[in-house]
């Protein structure tokens, strides 16, 4: 497609737009980029596109018109409701594209497609490091921190593309179209912006939208509604799970790791030789695993890489054991699904927990049940922490402390644990009431704890 002097807006000037907006213009597009913020908050990023010939407007909305704009490309954090993009959805021609649309539209390679409510990050970065590891030119982006439309620049078709996408970046595809499209689970999340979980349910859908029968589908068969998708799509499906024997699928069986093709069985790998911990993450490997063996990776390098890969940072990383307390950084749980997990990863373990953070519209009943039964004390900060209390109250759970800063909490945990405790950072909620991302809560933690004596 010929970008040159397209005439192209982009809402939101965060990691996303600002990719989308330096792409095109160096492929000759006339291009806008707009954000609420004002000149004041963005006065470094707007000498930067001002500098590459872009037009930048701070602090309000431009009129969208046909005879203004071709094209809108929103951020995944910007919500669909705003003028301009309303505008553009009412001029028929005027296309709205999310990101990850226009970086497909651009690349080259096959593309492995990850969503899901939990778990996307660690098995992007799996299902990655197994190509890699294979010898195969790798592209890890996306949802991941990565924007897409950057990494795929010099993409060639022998690039495997591995891609993390969430509702957001769904919300606003057209063509889009992975290879393999892997569906993790589905817990309700996101609900301040869609609303209600069908429509969240919906936007993770459209992973599948354009998938044609020669396609995958990688689905969790322990997840009923993940696995129902199957009769709603049209790619051909490999299942994962930890309880049953679904063919095809890849499962457990004697402390075993079989890929079931329907036709024969091949063994993996025994389960103790993957070195993540914690049942979510043995689902996170099984999905993995379904991803690479149905593009053929070698079952001998697929078990090189579930016994050497460690994690991903922010995802129950260890940071450091002082005086026999040891602490984990598990900033990337954004709701209370990603935190139950945590707690049952430690759950062996006496954990502080710290927790808190923006409200997405989650229920934390059943986050305060697991608090109750596995949690030592809980630290509360940022703008859920008083519903937070009243969940855990509601129940009984009295042990908990308010605290206004990160650095406190931590220093707070610090004062009431004993050797043998693990102090936990998982907030359970979206970080963005008192940080730009869940990255710089998870530095910010690190740092602190790295700062404390012992």
Not at 163 to 180: A, C, D, G, M, Y
Not at 252 to 267: A, E, L, S
Not at 303 to 308: D, S, Y
Not at 395 to 416: N, P
């Amino acid at each position: 497609m010929n970008w040159r002097d397209k005439k192209v807006l982009v809402i939101g000037m965060a990691r996303s737009g600002v990719a989308v907006a330096e792409v095109l213009a160096a492929k000759g597009s006339q291009v806008t980029i707009c954000d609420k913020k004002d000149e004041r908050e963005l006065k470094d990023l707007i000498t930067k596109m001002s500098g590459k010939g872009i037009n930048v407007i701070a602090g309000k909305y431009p009129e969208v018109t046909g005879e203004k704009f071709n094209l809108v490309i929103p951020s995944p954090g910007v919500p669909l409701d705003i003028p301009p993009i309303q505008q553009a959805y009412g001029d028929k021609s005027i296309y709205v594209w999310s990101e990850i649309e226009l970086a497909y539209r651009m690349s080259q390679g096959e593309i492995v497609a990850v969503t899901g409510t939990n778990g996307k990050t660690t098995t992007t970065s799996l299902i990655g490091q197994m190509f890699s590891d294979a010898g195969m030119p790798t592209i890890v982006a996306g949802n991941i921190g990565k924007p897409l439309v950057r990494e795929i620049q010099n993409s060639t078709p022998e690039h495997r593309i591995i891609v993390e996408v969430s509702s957001f970046q769904l919300e606003t595809i057209h063509n889009f179209r992975p290879k393999v499209a892997v569906f993790l689970n589905l817990t309700p999340d996101h609900l301040d912006r869609h609303k209600t979980f069908n429509k969240y349910k919906r936007c993770k859908m459209n992973i599948f939208k354009n998938q044609e029968k020669d396609d995958w589908a990688v689905l969790n068969y322990d997840d009923l509604q993940v696995r129902e998708m199957k009769k709603e799509i049209n790619s051909k499906a490999m299942y994962f799970s930890q309880k049953e024997e679904p063919s095809p699928g890849v499962y457990i069986k004697d402390d075993q790791v079989i890929v079931d093709w329907g036709t024969k069985k091949d063994i993996i790998c025994p389960v103790e030789h993957i070195k993540l911990r914690g049942s979510h993450n043995l689902e996170n490997c099984l999905a993995a695993i379904a991803a690479g063996v149905v593009l053929n990776l070698p079952k001998e390098s697929v078990a090189h890489t579930l016994h050497t890969f460690a994690g991903v940072e922010h995802r129950l990383e260890y940071v450091r054991e002082i005086n026999g307390v040891t602490f984990v950084n598990d900033s990337k749980g954004t709701n209370p699904e990603a935190s139950l997990k945590a707690l049952e990863a430690y759950s062996d373990k006496p954990i502080i927990l710290l927790a808190g953070g923006m409200d997405k519209g989650s229920d934390f009943s059943l986050f305060a049940e697991a608090i109750q039964k596995g949690v030592k004390n809980l630290i509360l900060l940022g703008e859920t922490a008083p519903k937070i209390a009243v969940a855990v109250e509601k129940i009984g759970f009295k042990d908990y402390y308010y605290v206004k800063t990160l650095k406190e909490a931590v220093h707070k945990a610090w004062e009431l644990a004993c050797p043998g405790d693990v102090i936990l950072l998982s907030p359970a909620c979206a970080s963005w009431d008192m940080f730009k991302s869940y990255e710089e809560r998870g530095e910010l933690f690190k740092a602190v704890v790295n700062s404390l004596g012992g």
